[in-house]
């Protein structure tokens, strides 16, 4: 963000006089934190906190009350992921030292498997937690099906199981999504809840015991009102205490003794408890360190051990306005004492609030980097400081804004960095870095603008990372710096492009992209670049639909430019209710003087010509309006959504806004962001949610989640192209999806069911491998597979990609007799099926007690349990014998037994005195091993 500030002023030489370099820092401070509020406020309006397990509830509904149904796009009939996977040409913290940097999303937390460094898990802030085998070289997701796509950090236990705490927790108002601590012992292929944490938690750092894999303790940087602090299980997760309040952004236990820890209470605004605190007892009871900085004159606090030498920690210290750097100290003594440290760069300023990271090297205590807006790296054990943020050789240097730094185990030289564009790494310790982000699709999307007629053209807005150009492939161009919120491309001449900076900072293009200049001339900015009235940090734009030289942005006010932005001129008074700035706007294509305009503090306002006289409509409830849409045909017939929980969030009208009717319908509770209409069909209503994009064919309800090849990430923009007959969704986390706007199909997926066929015998506990083939003409968008008892029907797992074909079922615990029914599903809702015969499920498994060899009769004798009549037979070494017998002695009347003699003439063979072998009782039925036990004769 550094590199920006000096690109906008360097924009703004010759056409207004601000930026100048004593207020950058000022500004910067300024749009960041502004950012992060608009966010959170639009959903929380009109209160202040977002109400707590409100996204968990809405997700919960939507399982609940809605059929997964998905319609057609042009591959797979399902949302195509189109990029970015990377932007080669990104911003580095400075330009001037450093070239273009190949960058993603923001990401937050890095963990490198200690058992194959190749494989590097990854944190990101709204997208998920990645994964890549190849040493970064490519990246999957792996936790799409978890309830939060919002990753605070990651941890290691000694035994190799992942921690993973969701809700980003550098106290980002545009990831405030969490769900909890999610556990993996499996190497992040399957995830469970670890407990029940505060809901609206987000987690700032997860440690385990290093000699008890039990104790685990999680601090919790910040949630809903008294429920921050450090908790601690004593059961892996299971269940959790805590044991300290406060907003907790730091936690480090003692390796070397992990019954002593020290925790930081880091409100970002200052309290009475904020602090470093000691504990001597397993995190049982906390002091205070008042020897330390603490209170009200304190914000955020980060704390950094030296595993090789537990006893060298760093702690470092926020102010509260403005969010500088106020200390780092040092302690020697595992926190009895300490030192402040004099030489140290103000590295985090001016959002220490924001991005604070302090990581010292695992096998030398002398070396300390520090993480804020920059990067800095001490070798002298935190007496002087070099900035590591661009390269000193060949190689590149970081992007702005660090989050976490980690050591590569085995070759500690190897350091890496997750931040505000992605994932980097050094070799050497941060002299020089490389992009990691090949693969990744992370990008946090404000905004989206496309092509009239080119499918594979488009602009979008992003969080941190610039405006960015699709030309068709997944790899896309940064065409200007920044931040990029709105975006708008002529559709007569194509060449011609628009993309805010931030609050009113306009920029036009007139050759593709290759140079922007600001498009700011009476617009009410100051001269220090902020605006002089309320505005959102992203203001909206509108293109006018049949000329689109005029483009309508707002503050209080509506501001509209009939020069391609040349000149812009108020044309309204304030049209919100006190406390917002205009966050929609909408001109009607069948009558260009309809106007439509909602505030983000939950006012509609209406012009018939064109902005000369307004009429405050009446009929939506107080949220903030997010969305606006208007038949092309019909000025009468409006659509608007809300943000916001606790009410609909859609809302339609027939006689020009004058009435509402709520058509949420079966809509879960949750905050809507965008809405469009299919421009061949406007009765076809889309709208982009929290959790991603929903459908009404009628306008009237009934709506359809479109989840298939998208997970539950948010959608803050959507635009559809009437030539090419797609919808673009731009998600706050993910990057970018397509979908077609409607195709008609009739034709149902065939399924063929493999395995089982019927006629088996599974035991409870068995993990049998299930396999089908399934197609469809157009493709199959999801399966799922269900059990089938008595004709009742349970699910064993659901949404499954349309190109698997094989399932590991674990059986359940239960004795019945069932089939397995496989269903795909297209993409237009047609379904087909196969089913299984008939098996058996016994949770009865059979078991070895004794075993006997009469070498001189050839006669081998097995006793134990749960054995069958007529069904169990003997093997030795996987060589059944000719004979296996069932003495009526040995048999119970519910056809089991517990003795069975085989016979062979081979047997003298098979058990020779002194070989050990293995011997195993088979089901003839099932084909499957019911007990084994090796035999020494």
Request: net charge neutral; with cysteine; proline share 5%.
């Given at each position: 963000?550094?590199?920006?500030?000096?690109?906008?002023?360097?924009?703004?030489?010759?056409?207004?006089?601000?930026?100048?370099?004593?207020?950058?820092?000022?500004?910067?401070?300024?749009?960041?934190?502004?950012?992060?509020?608009?966010?959170?406020?639009?959903?929380?309006?009109?209160?202040?906190?977002?109400?707590?397990?409100?996204?968990?509830?809405?997700?919960?509904?939507?399982?609940?009350?809605?059929?997964?149904?998905?319609?057609?796009?042009?591959?797979?009939?399902?949302?195509?992921?189109?990029?970015?996977?990377?932007?080669?040409?990104?911003?580095?913290?400075?330009?001037?030292?450093?070239?273009?940097?190949?960058?993603?999303?923001?990401?937050?937390?890095?963990?490198?498997?200690?058992?194959?460094?190749?494989?590097?898990?990854?944190?990101?802030?709204?997208?998920?937690?990645?994964?890549?085998?190849?040493?970064?070289?490519?990246?999957?997701?792996?936790?799409?099906?978890?309830?939060?796509?919002?990753?605070?950090?990651?941890?290691?236990?000694?035994?190799?199981?992942?921690?993973?705490?969701?809700?980003?927790?550098?106290?980002?108002?545009?990831?405030?999504?969490?769900?909890?601590?999610?556990?993996?012992?499996?190497?992040?292929?399957?995830?469970?809840?670890?407990?029940?944490?505060?809901?609206?938690?987000?987690?700032?750092?997860?440690?385990?015991?290093?000699?008890?894999?039990?104790?685990?303790?999680?601090?919790?940087?910040?949630?809903?009102?008294?429920?921050?602090?450090?908790?601690?299980?004593?059961?892996?997760?299971?269940?959790?205490?805590?044991?300290?309040?406060?907003?907790?952004?730091?936690l480090t236990i003692d390796p070397s003794n992990p019954s002593t820890m020290l925790a930081a209470i880091g409100a970002i605004f200052g309290n009475s408890a904020n602090g470093v605190y000691r504990s001597v007892d397993g995190g049982e009871s906390w002091q205070l360190l008042r020897q330390l900085p603490s209170g009200f004159s304190v914000g955020r606090i980060e704390l950094g051990r030296a595993k090789s030498a537990p006893n060298v920690l760093f702690a470092s210290f926020s102010n509260t306005n403005p969010f500088t750097l106020a200390a780092l100290y040092k302690s020697t003594d595992g926190g009895l004492s300490w030192t402040k440290l004099p030489n140290v760069p103000d590295y985090c300023s001016p959002q220490c609030w924001y991005n604070n990271v302090i990581a010292v090297h695992p096998a030398r205590p002398d070396v300390v980097f520090l993480g804020g807006v920059g990067a800095y790296r001490s070798t002298d054990g935190g007496n002087s400081f070099v900035d590591v943020s661009s390269p000193t050789g060949s190689g590149l240097g970081l992007h702005a804004d660090n989050h976490a730094f980690t050591f590569d185990p085995v070759d500690t030289n190897v350091v890496y960095s997750a931040n505000d564009g992605g994932i980097f790494r050094s070799t050497d310790l941060g002299q020089n870095w490389t992009s990691l982000n090949n693969g990744l699709s992370t990008f946090q999307f404000q905004s989206i603008a496309l092509h009239?007629?080119?499918?594979?053209?488009?602009?979008?807005?992003?969080?941190?990372?610039?405006?960015?150009?699709?030309?068709?492939?997944?790899?896309?161009?940064?065409?200007?710096?920044?931040?990029?919120?709105?975006?708008?491309?002529?559709?007569?001449?194509?060449?011609?492009?628009?993309?805010?900076?931030?609050?009113?900072?306009?920029?036009?293009?007139?050759?593709?992209?290759?140079?922007?200049?600001?498009?700011?001339?009476?617009?009410?900015?100051?001269?220090?670049?902020?605006?002089?009235?309320?505005?959102?940090?992203?203001?909206?734009?509108?293109?006018h639909p049949t000329e689109p030289n005029i483009l309508y942005t707002g503050s209080t006010r509506l501001f509209r430019t009939t020069s391609r932005g040349d000149l812009w001129s108020a044309v309204s008074t304030d049209l919100t209710n006190g406390s917002g700035a205009i966050s929609a706007i909408a001109v009607a294509r069948s009558d260009p003087k309809v106007l439509f305009v909602g505030s983000s503090d939950g006012r509609l306002s209406k012009s018939t010509d064109e902005g000369l006289t307004w009429q405050t409509l009446r009929g939506l409830p107080n949220r903030a309006i997010t969305g606006i849409a208007i038949d092309p045909t019909r000025p009468d017939s409006v659509y608007a959504v809300v943000s916001g929980f606790g009410t609909g969030h859609v809302y339609a009208s027939t006689d020009g806004g004058n009435t509402w009717n709520d058509i949420s319908d079966n809509l879960p509770d949750i905050p809507a962001n965008a809405i469009v209409l299919d421009p061949a069909m406007p009765s076809r209503v889309y709208i982009g949610t929290d959790i991603g994009v929903?459908?009404?064919?009628?306008?009237?309800?009934?709506?359809?989640?479109?989840?298939?090849?998208?997970?539950?990430?948010?959608?803050?923009?959507?635009?559809?192209?009437?030539?090419?007959?797609?919808?673009?969704?731009?998600?706050?986390?993910?990057?970018?999806?397509?979908?077609?706007?409607?195709?008609?199909?009739?034709?149902?997926?065939?399924?063929?069911?493999?395995?089982?066929?019927?006629?088996?015998?599974?035991?409870?506990?068995?993990?049998?491998?299930?396999?089908?083939?399934?197609?469809?003409?157009?493709?199959?968008?999801?399966?799922?597979?269900?059990?089938?008892?008595?004709?009742?029907?349970?699910?064993?797992?659901?949404?499954?990609?349309?190109?698997?074909?094989?399932?590991?079922?674990?059986?359940?615990?239960?004795?019945?007799?069932?089939?397995?029914?496989?269903?795909?599903?297209?993409?237009?809702?047609?379904?087909?099926?196969?089913?299984?015969?008939?098996?058996?499920?016994?949770?009865?498994?059979?078991?070895?007690?004794?075993?006997?060899?009469?070498?001189?009769?050839?006669?081998?004798?097995?006793?134990?349990?749960?054995?069958k009549v007529n069904d169990s037979v003997i093997e030795v070494d996987k060589v059944r014998l000719q004979k296996t017998k069932y003495p009526k002695k040995f048999r119970q009347p519910d056809g089991s037994i517990s003795r069975l003699v085989g016979s062979d003439a081979r047997l003298g063979q098979l058990l020779k005195p002194g070989q050990q072998v293995v011997i195993s009782i088979v089901s003839i039925s099932s084909g499957q091993r019911i007990a084994q036990a090796t035999f020494t004769p």
């Open positions: 963000m550094r590199g920006f500030a000096t690109v906008i002023l360097i924009c703004l030489l010759g056409q207004v006089a601000f930026l100048d370099a004593s207020i950058e820092q000022q500004v910067k401070h300024e749009r960041v934190f502004d950012r992060e509020k608009d966010f959170y406020a639009l959903r929380a309006y009109p209160g202040r906190e977002i109400p707590a397990q409100a996204r968990l509830k809405a997700i919960k509904q939507l399982g609940q009350g809605l059929k997964l149904k998905a319609i057609t796009s042009q591959s797979g009939r399902i949302w195509k992921p189109i990029g970015p996977e990377a932007v080669p040409n990104g911003q580095p913290f400075d330009l001037s030292r450093s070239p273009r940097i190949p960058v993603s999303g923001r990401a937050t937390s890095v963990l490198v498997w200690p058992l194959d460094r190749s494989r590097i898990y990854l944190g990101t802030a709204q997208g998920g937690v990645w994964r890549s085998d190849d040493g970064g070289s490519s990246w999957r997701p792996i936790t799409d099906n978890l309830p939060s796509l919002a990753v605070g950090t990651l941890a290691l236990g000694p035994n190799n199981e992942i921690y993973l705490g969701t809700g980003e927790a550098h106290f980002s108002g545009s990831t405030y999504y969490g769900a909890g601590i999610f556990k993996s012992t499996d190497e992040g292929n399957t995830w469970q809840q670890a407990g029940q944490l505060p809901v609206r938690a987000r987690v700032s750092t997860i440690a385990v015991n290093p000699s008890d894999a039990r104790q685990v303790f999680a601090a919790l940087a910040s949630s809903g009102t008294g429920e921050a602090g450090v908790y601690k299980s004593t059961d892996g997760g299971n269940s959790w205490r805590r044991t300290l309040e406060g907003t907790a952004t730091e009239p007629t080119n499918e594979q053209y488009a602009i979008g807005g992003t969080q941190d990372n610039g405006t960015l150009l699709y030309t068709g492939s997944a790899i896309w161009k940064n065409i200007d710096l920044g931040d990029g919120g709105a975006t708008a491309i002529d559709y007569l001449s194509p060449a011609i492009l628009y993309h805010f900076y931030f609050y009113l900072l306009l920029a036009r293009s007139d050759d593709g992209g290759e140079r922007f200049s600001l498009k700011i001339d009476g617009l009410p900015i100051l001269p220090n670049g902020l605006p002089s009235e309320r505005t959102l940090f992203y203001a909206p734009l509108t293109m929903f459908f009404s064919s009628t306008g009237r309800g009934q709506w359809v989640y479109l989840g298939e090849g998208m997970p539950k990430v948010a959608v803050l923009g959507l635009a559809t192209n009437a030539h090419t007959g797609v919808i673009v969704a731009a998600t706050h986390g993910r990057g970018m999806f397509q979908l077609a706007l409607q195709v008609e199909d009739r034709a149902a997926p065939q399924v063929v069911l493999e395995q089982p066929r019927g006629g088996e015998v599974f035991f409870s506990g068995d993990k049998i491998e299930l396999r089908w083939r399934s197609s469809d003409d157009t493709g199959v968008a999801f399966q799922e597979i269900q059990l089938i008892e008595d004709n009742e029907s349970s699910t064993i797992v659901s949404g499954l990609s349309g190109s698997q074909s094989s399932f590991i079922w674990t059986v359940p615990q239960k004795e019945t007799k069932a089939r397995i029914r496989v269903i795909a599903h297209d993409a237009a809702g047609n379904v087909g099926s196969d089913e299984s015969g008939l098996f058996t499920i016994s949770s009865s498994r059979g078991r070895i007690d004794r075993i006997s060899f009469n070498s001189a009769a050839d006669k081998l004798t097995v006793d134990g349990d749960g054995f």
